[in-house]
């Protein structure tokens, strides 16, 4: 008898392990996600349909992707999405061309105070903004998308904690950069993926592209990563957490 008690216990640990690596992942954290199968609708519940200017739809990393040719395309998001103090950003990305020039994943329309812009900087690493955050407006990861990485796939993750003052940037799933920085909430007021103002365009392809209203852990990133957004969380309620993808996008 007591055998099985211990049996049953560790099976219980298990499955809470199991569970606590998808529990940020539910209907009450993401924002908006846009797949990029055809269309720019959002699938997620909150109606953050992208609408294209230009574009073209073409094979991607999972299903389809977004082509857009960085000069005159990109995805307007019209509706304000919130104001943030966590707030994470998963995506799929090639680039194939402007290398060394600003090439925007998303910027919002304006820079105001809290405003974010998430793109490549000039000096091709990836960089996180908000405008007037303490520590300054800008922070970086050490990776660049730059000679051998360009025109290949890259899965990039960048997770920011205003509770925390921390921002955490993951390439391909593996943590490449913790930064101390800034304590303000961020702001998604309406914008562009892949254009600020008609400018600083993305020239490539753009996939699985996620926003979260929480700090995601490896663990998750790495399940959407490996599971694409629409597999990833489309979890069996007996083996993991109760959440659905098909809940998400009715």
């Not at 003052?165 to 799933?173: C, E, L, S």
């Not at 950069?177 to 961020?186: H, Q, R, V």
């Not at 490539?204 to 700090?215: H, K, P, Y």
């Amino acid at each position: 008898m007591f055998r099985i008690i211990i049996f049953a216990l560790s099976i219980l640990l298990i499955l809470s392990i199991s569970i606590s690596g998808f529990a940020e992942i539910s209907e009450d954290t993401i924002v908006a996600a846009w797949l990029f199968d055809g269309d720019a609708k959002d699938i997620s519940v909150n109606g953050f349909d992208g609408e294209p200017q230009g574009g073209k739809y073409v094979d991607g990393m999972i299903g389809q992707a977004i082509e857009l040719n960085g000069t005159n395309e990109w995805v307007n998001i019209t509706k304000k999405m919130g104001s943030f103090e966590e707030i994470t950003f998963t995506h799929w990305v090639k680039s194939t061309g402007r290398d060394g020039q600003w090439r925007v994943f998303f910027n919002v329309n304006g820079w105001k105070a809290g405003d974010i812009h998430y793109q490549l900087h000039p000096d091709k690493r990836v960089e996180f903004s908000i405008h007037t955050n303490p520590g300054g407006n800008d922070t970086f990861a050490k990776f660049a998308i730059t000679g051998d990485q360009m025109n290949k796939w890259i899965h990039i993750a960048t997770a920011y904690s205003a509770k925390e003052k921390k921002i955490r940037f993951y390439i391909n799933g593996e943590l490449n950069a913790e930064n101390d920085w800034g304590g303000n909430p961020g702001v998604l007021d309406p914008g562009r993926i892949g254009d600020w103002g008609g400018s600083r365009q993305w020239q490539g392809l753009i996939d699985e592209f996620a926003i979260f209203n929480t700090v995601l852990s490896e663990g998750d990133i790495n399940s959407l990563m490996n599971d694409g957004l629409e597999s990833g969380l489309a979890v069996d309620p007996k083996d993991k957490i109760a959440v659905t993808w098909g809940g998400l996008k009715k």
